[in-house]
């Protein structure tokens, strides 16, 4: 069962969030995330952007 720090914010999958499953990184520390798209779901503190979302709104 996920808990809501391995789920993405924006489309509700699994995050890979490498902190939430107790290793010390997560490949989201290797990104550059848009100041926009961070703002958009700053109110969920704590909560990775998956990878694909990440990915979907750089090709946009």
Known sequence: ???KKQ???L???ENH???AEGQ???WCMKEKFPED???SVSQER???ICPHCLH???NI
């Open 1 to 3: 069962m996920q808990t």
């Open 7 to 9: 789920c993405c914010p």
């Open 11 to 13: 489309c509700g999958n």
């Open 17 to 19: 969030c490498g902190v």
């Open 24 to 26: 010390q990184t997560c």
């Open 37 to 39: 798209l961070i703002e």
């Open 46 to 48: 704590n909560m990775c």
């Open 56 to 58: 979907t709104y750089k």
